[in-house]
């Protein structure tokens, strides 16, 4: 059973949340509140009555109180401004809002059979242990000794057994005692009862929960099964049907106090940043944003294009601007970027784009503030010092480092200006968010100025281990500076670890606190939070294009270029990191070791231009066409081409169409932060026929190593090209089952949720709501061997379809 912390992050409570109409079923005694020894004293606990009164107000919620006990019990105890529905005695009777009694009718055999026990129970001397109701006797043994209690219980259960029999009754033990009633009286029943209702009204337009601590409620969560959220209320585990447990009352009132506020997700799903348009609970509820949000990074996320004689200004198609574009607009914040554009148009003599900037703006709902870098600061921040440096060390190739020094000051300079921009564009209240290693030291900066916000880093690229980070002449300034921010987010587990160990040795007197994936440690009388949240995309977006007809029918159109053949592709930014001339040899590799798959197999290697600039840069290029050029040359037959290389910007839908088109994706990094291509292609595997194989080496490894992608090490080329003949033999089961997994995963963890937990954890108190991440397990891998089923027939091949 998952606990409260998973519950906050599932996709059950989003949906359950979000949702227009909400059923909400509760159990009282236990569940609502604690169970005393006095049943008449039993009030709900403290903060319940509140959010139940609110939550009865509210037109979108439909809440039922279903319990044993008698509805006039229930409704006294609770004691609100307006009563919910209650269903009392087991379904037995129903009090409506509005005052209304109605009540089952009961056979004459069945009050018999009451009575009889009831005459049983009181010669025996237990007359002030019973409780009369409609269409049941219950028999409460809490308080006595648990001996006797026991043993009592035992002998009850057998005489009301025996008595209820005949006349169709039932006997149940429940938490405290035995209780015989009418074999109709169930809380299932009452549960099939309310969604029947609610499905005849809203059709699939609702959403259920059911929370209940005892054995007859088990009934409820069996009835619920799958069309709702069932959730065990209780400080113990136990055998339940229930799907999640939540501890009382601190989980119980969390639950409802996100039920109260879900017009914003719950604590820990970005309530931090929503909450406080919707007047959340202050006092021990998360911190709030109360400013506005600016965005920091290298470029800004839009492309700028002809339009007529001037220009204009577009959002690009990336997940990230997606995902913050909501939160920019809600509270009115910016994106400070450079816009290299602007200098080189007005240069061009194309005349000055920077109106269409402002243009742009008014119509998103938040700002664009454009950076202007001088051709210098580019040559010596961006591609110096970024590039030659960060870049290649942070990903593992320190021999390709060019520790130049004049790099390291214009990378201080162009920091420089970016926190004096941010800090003569903000307020104290707003919160700075800075992507990417490119800007390393804004914090430092904004705080030299006297700027005094809060501020997160995220890295969107790895962090090296010590022995590695160490070559870094300015490795004690760099860390210094990332301490200065409040919130330093990596992509993986491992990532932040060899952060923390690059503290630890070059700072000893490192301390940490906490565990989960946030953390936070203590330097020289500074502390930082640290965490890692691995970043994701728009999975709707994908998903949706992939569904579309002009999409389905360009990737049949795609597949019908190569008939009967299995498509490979790979899908790159060009640089060294993605490991291409690796994934080629590993191609060449599988051909010779198998040469069954000749013919048979065509690569597709999409690369998108990148970096043009930089010398290293174009000689990859020129090694990859190459060794296309070679491996063409030497297996080419007539009809049957084993690479396909195209060298351009693929346009979305094209890019979707070559995603749903492939029946493989490589995806072989040598390093890489996460690696977006690998979500993209399963969210895009609509049919879910799809293999991926994926580098040990991407962030995205530790979150796809159990759900079915080919871990391989990019080096290994023999274990790159068994993975590559395992993936075109896997069988439609089982390449189903696997896409299914991934793809699920991605869907649950959307870039949404990134941006999220990112501001959860730079405004939560509570860092322990941060579930631990996986690492990549190596000694897990599964074995490449041929599964021996042979290649799947082409008629077993998914066809893409339309929706
Ligand atoms: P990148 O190194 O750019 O990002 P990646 O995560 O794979 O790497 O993203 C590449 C993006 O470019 C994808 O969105 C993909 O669709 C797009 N793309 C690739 N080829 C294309 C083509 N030919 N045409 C059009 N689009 C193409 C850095 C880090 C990564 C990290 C991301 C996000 O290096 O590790 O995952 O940031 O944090």
Redesign the pocket.
Known sequence: MKDWTQLLRSLELRTYLTSRRKLLMLDYDGTLAAFTADRSKAYPYPGVRKILNGLCQSPDWRVVIVSGRPTADVAALLGLEQNPEIFGCHGGERLTPAGQVVRVKLEPALEKALADARFWAEAQGLGESLETKHGCLALHLRGMPPPRAAEVAAEASRVFSRIAHAAGAEVVPFDGGVEMRAGSFSKGRVVERLLAEETAAHGSGFTAAYLGDDLTDEDAFRALGNAGLSLLVSRKRKASLARYQLRPPGDLLEFLHSSLVSSAPPQGMGSPLRSAQTGGVEDDGPLQLRGRLIVVSNRLPVTLAREGDGWIVKAGA??LITALAPVLRDRGGLWVGSSGQIRECVQAGEGDPTASFDRFSREAGYDLLPIEITEAEHRNYYEGFSNEIIWPLFHDFQSRCNFQPDYWTSYLDVNRKFARTVAEHSRPDDYVWVHDYHLMHVAQFLKEQEADRRSGFFL??PFPAPDIFLKLPWRKEVLLALLEFSLVGF?TLADRRNFVRCLQVLFPSTEIWGRGSVVTAGIEGKSVRIGCFP?S?DYSAFARLAGKRQTVEAAESIRAAFPQRKIVLG???L?Y?KGIPQRLQAFRRALIRYPELRGRVSFIQ???PSREGVGEYQELKNEIEQLVTQINGEFTEPGWVPIHH?Y???A?PE?VANYLAADIAMVTSLR??????AK?YCASNVPETGALILSEF??AAAQFQRLGAFLVNPYDIDEVADALNAACQLPLASRKMRMHKLRENVRRNNVSVWVDSFLGAAFSRHLEDFAPQETVQFHEKEPLTPTGLGMTRESERGRPTSS
């Open positions: 990336g997940g969107h690229i992509q970043i995309i899908v790159d930014r640089d990191s999409v690369l998108v195209l351009r910007n693929l979305r890019l890489d932060g996460m690696n977006l291509v993209e991407a962030g």
